[in-house]
Each structure stands twice: as C-alpha cells, then as structure tokens.
T-cell receptor, first 113, second 115 residues
Framework: DQQVKQNSPSLSVQEGRISILNCDYTNSMFDYFLWYKKYPAEGPTFLISISSIKDKNEDGRFTVFLNKSAKHLSLHIVPSQPGDSAVYFC????????????FGTGTSLTVIP | DTGVSQNPRHKITKRGQNVTFRCDPI?????LYWYRQTLGQGPEFLTYFQNEAQLEKSRLLSDRFSAERPKGSFSTLEIQRTEQGDSAMYLCASSWGDSTNYGYTFGSGTRLTVV
C-alpha cells in the first residue's frame, strides 16, 4: 500500500523560476514530513521538514507547505538552480513508530540553464 | 565524524549466497534504521534499532533478512540465500532520539546485484 504518493515522476523548470513538487498521503496519523534530495549513486540528503502543527516551513530557497485537510504537501524551490536537478522524495511518519518513514516514489527535477 | 558510512558500496553475488552489509552511524546517534530502495521506488523501511535493541523488525521482507547491532554502534544487515529479487540499494540512516530535528541522516547505500 502506497501511503505516500508523488504523482509526477518528472518536472522540468527554467533556471530562476519556481519549482513546485507535490506529495499526497493517505494516512491521517502522519504527523511529521520530510523532503529529501537524491543524486545518483548517493544516499538521500535531508532538505526540509514540517510538523503537522505547522502549515509552512521555510529554509532559504526551500519552502514546504502542508495542507492537512487535503493530506497534501508541496515543496517550493525559488529560484531554481541547475544544481537543484535531482530526484526529490517526500516522506512521512506517524507518532509512536520510532521515526519509521514512508517514502513516495520520487519526482525527478531538471532545472534547465 | 563525517556521516553515516556503509560498506561495501557495491556487492555482486550469485543467487543462493549469503551477503552481509555494514553500517556505521554518526557516533552520537542512538537510533539506526535500514531501508531498501528498488528502481523507481522510494526507500522502504525494513527495521530499526535504539542502541542495541531492535525495536521493529516486522517489516523485514522475509526470514532470510536479519539485522544486528550488538554494541549499539555499527549494525549489520544479512540476507541469506539471496534471490534475484533482492537486488536493490540498501540504505542505512541514523538519528538521535525520537526527533527528526536531530539529524535523520542517510548513508550512501550498498547496491546489491544478485546474478
């Protein structure tokens, strides 16, 4: 059962523009969400997180928005840079599970110079 | 300490052989997690330890999979009687306590190919 879904396998954006990556989840118990970036042959690298008590979290060029009623979160990257080209995964965990994360299938972002 | 270290980076093995992977977490992290990632999928949780205690192992894929963390530091993941379907990237992560604010960090993974 895919509890975390990223329905866009790929996304292309011009350098300097905004990249918006989307993620949906089905388990209403999820209360902590992460975004990771992954380059080929490397492990996932943590980008940004959000707790369910918030609806927005910012870190530099990265902002994550959480819509709990819609069970939807999104990652905004502004401005997009060529070095942002990677696969982005969202992940979610429920309380009391020891930080076991459920991951989406990833969105491959290409930022075109 | 430069992060989570996994060895080997690549492993090719014949079907039916046993393999063992090692993970060295960030030294101050008390929790260690194993995930598996297959092509086109996100990482899939397998098991985790808090110190030397294995607190969740029901999501290990079969009884051919086992993990240990004998002294609460490094961990090993063993797959017995490997099958071609076991070919994947095996990822280790570590964190401090129950808060992901304390650096839930992944290693670079071990890529297993079963031929």
């Amino acid at each position: 059962d895919q509890q975390v879904k990223q329905n866009s396998p790929s996304l292309s954006v011009q350098e300097g523009r905004i990249s918006i990556l989307n993620c949906d989840y089905t388990n209403s118990m999820f209360d902590y969400f992460l975004w990771y970036k992954k380059y080929p042959a490397e492990g996932p690298t943590f980008l940004i997180s959000i707790s369910s008590i918030k609806d927005k979290n910012e870190d530099g060029r990265f902002t994550v928005f959480l819509n709990k009623s819609a069970k939807h979160l999104s990652l905004h990257i502004v401005p997009s840079q060529p070095g942002d080209s990677a696969v982005y995964f969202c992940a979610a965990s429920a309380p009391g599970t020891g930080n076991q994360f459920y991951f989406g299938t990833g969105t491959s972002l290409t930022v075109i110079p | 300490d430069t992060g989570v270290s996994q060895n080997p980076r690549h492993k090719i093995t014949k079907r039916g052989q046993n393999v063992t992977f090692r993970c060295d977490p960030i030294s101050e992290h008390n929790r260690l997690y194993w995930y598996r990632q297959t092509l086109g999928q996100g990482p899939e949780f397998l098991t985790y330890f808090q110190n030397e205690a294995q607190l969740e192992k029901s999501r290990l894929l079969s009884d051919r999979f086992s993990a240990e963390r004998p002294k609460g530091s490094f961990s090993t993941l063993e797959i017995q009687r490997t099958e071609q379907g076991d070919s994947a990237m095996y990822l280790c992560a570590s964190s401090w306590g129950d808060s992901t604010n304390y650096g839930y960090t992944f290693g670079s993974g071990t890529r297993l190919t079963v031929v």
